[in-house]
């Protein structure tokens, strides 16, 4: 804790440190720099469990995945085909990237120095973000017209495959949600930063977004080897 | 005394001007005052309220349940209402009643309190978990309006997916959103313990009850989102058409089960860590004594808060599984019998010896540590494969959990809320009423629940509203019991509202007891403390280290200076 307390301290006499703190941490009895360090440290704190909350939401869904794909080998191998691999991999490019244009924007905000990279940066990950949903779009379309939603006109003869084509729909939308959420929060990070120059400095609000942003790619880069992958080795 | 009363007059800051800063309860009477606000004290009684419009919808249903086993026949309800009526009961008091009952009431009262902080790290936060639950369980009753549920409280598929035609989407829904609200308090607390506390309050300093909930909050955030993804996969199987568990598209309902008990064992613990935290700190007040092996009882909770997540499969032990899964199922199940063991005994310990007063508090503690000490036997039985064989989905298996979640869980809020009144309220309540209704319920809960074990292994299933006639006594005795009560859960209603109205104002600590809580006003202003708290030494200074309690018990100083 000591260590980290260091690391997110502000330099003494930053004008609007008070005007900064939150209840409780308002009401430490020590001084604002010191009180509005642990306040960063609780927000990151908090956002760190909520995430191992999350892990362990998309883990159950990734159980699900495996317990089903073990039973039914050959049908989600043959499911894994009829997904579109070419949308698959440029969204996963396109997210990876907006991992990195987060990272920069995130230690950008924490220097406190940069304000016009962090803001390029956070309008970057947006637009990458809405990128992904429009290419998702566009595979969700051809999904439908090649029948692969599960149903009495769907596309395989194969009954399990419906169990892939189930746990498809359900995690990329699933997926989307969360996306959608990050690409909201950052979104306001962008129009408070643009309105108040001191918004981003040193606001723990972009760390926490950044953290909650890279959770939803890593859980892409689990979804794209398990939905995009099946049965396209050899 | 009473004569300025109103329900205004809780904290009523003219009647004798100390110069204080005014009592939470005071600080602001509008309507918008207590909706949107951000102090735990408050939401505390936010969720107080709710939980308890909950237990009594939840009750109602199973009061009626009772009514029809009272004879062999089908008489009052038909097949159909039962089913619903059974399913209501447990959806309310499992989501809606006990997994907020401890932790989002006193939990959310004391936690900041008892660590020396000013509120909960997250004070926003508190409150939206608090629209989350009322949310979450409006939408629970708007299904029961509309028609109610019949699967059960376990959701079980195929039978929710396929075949159910009833609310069960609304209802999942219902309880899919009041999961989020467990997780923010969780998030909250795990945060606020780690952050929060106040100078000298070290980690084996907490009381235990900040401990029970620590452990708690683990469990709400980690087991709740498997919940959350079982819930969501019934709703898309039932709604979207997406057969993740349908049998006959090669999907596994038993693997349903695995995620549902992965968090719904879990949730029993969630349950009860929590009431096991209130007895610790009831019985050591009430005995004068520090509490016997005070970090055994941490270790004890935190080792129950993790074995339990390992226990889930003793549900499943005939619903098909791998011989050699049962046997470490089993085997786990029996191991997390020996913290909880643990933990009677050192309560034991504790009464030993001490100057033990019989104040309605101990005495809901001490019912609650004979019914868990039953309910955890008992569950012993279950853990044993070949014993849960023969009585799996037999009443035995209602009576085990009642004796945990109703018997132990229940008294211990019960306990809790009489102990904390005073500080929470700033008014007393008639001692021999609830010293009454502690005796009460607990002969009213043994009668309504011991003739269930004896049914239960002569072979009486579950959830059937007709039964043979054999079986008649055993319910009649059952039902009986279920009358008693109802009576003693509603004395505590009529008496503790008649105390808020022309209750005797509470001296800042009634029960002489150590711990932050009682070193402000009751009721604590919105700052909680009038100055800040130091913590000089351990919890529970009823006594000097090592040395027996003697005769008349000097009250010392308590565990922190207020400067």
Known sequence: MSSADVEARPREGHPDIEARLREPWSDLETDHATAFARQRAGATFGIWIFLASEV?????????????????????????????????????????TSSLTMAVASQAAEKGLFRRLTLGCLAATAALGLAFLVVKGFEYREDIEKHLVPGAHFALAQAPAQIFFAFYWLVTVVHAIHLSIGIGLVTRLIAKGRRDPDFLKENPQVEVTALYWHLVDLVWVFLYPMLYLPGRSG | MSTTASPTGLADPDELDLRLPVSYLADGHSVRSWLLTTDHKRIAILYAVTITLFFFIGGAAATLV?????????DVLRADTYNKLFTLHGVVMVWFFLIPSIPNTLGNFLVPLMIGARDVAYPKLNLISWYLNVGGGSLAVAALLLGGVDTGWTFYVPYSTVFSNTWVSLTVLGVFTTGFSSIATGVNFIATIHLLRAPGMTWFRLPLFVWAMYTTSLMFVLATPVLAVTLLLVVAERTFGLPIFDPARGGDPVLFQHLFWFYSHPAVYIMVLPAMGVVSELITCFSRRKVFGYTFMVYALVAIAVIGFFTWGHHMFTSGMSPYAALVFSFLSFVVAVPSAIKVFNWTGTLYRGQVGFESPILYALGF???????????????????????????FVVAHFHYIMVGASVSAYFGGLHFWWPKITGRTYPETWARFAAILMFFGFNLTFFPQFIAGYLGMPRRYHVYPP??????????????VLAVAYLMPLGYLTWSLLFGERATNNPWDATGLEWRTSSPPPRQNFFGSPRVQGGPYNYHPEGVAPIHDQPRLPSQGSLT
């Open chain 1, 56 to 96: 362990l939401f998309f883990g159950a869904l990734f159980l699900t995945y495996t317990a089903a794909r073990l039973a039914n080998q050959e049908a989600f191998a043959a499911a894994g085909r009829e997904t579109n691999i070419v949308y698959g991999t440029l969204n996963t490019a396109i997210l990876l």
């Open chain 2, 66 to 74: 009772r009514l029809e086993l009272a004879t062999p026949e089908a």
């Open chain 2, 369 to 395: 540590v004979g019914l868990f000490t039953l309910g955890g036997l008992t569950g012993l039985f279950l853990a044993s494969i070949p014993i849960d064989v023969h009585v799996q989905d037999t009443y």
């Open chain 2, 470 to 483: 054999e079986f008649q006594i055993w319910n009649v005795l059952s039902s009986a019991g279920a009358a």
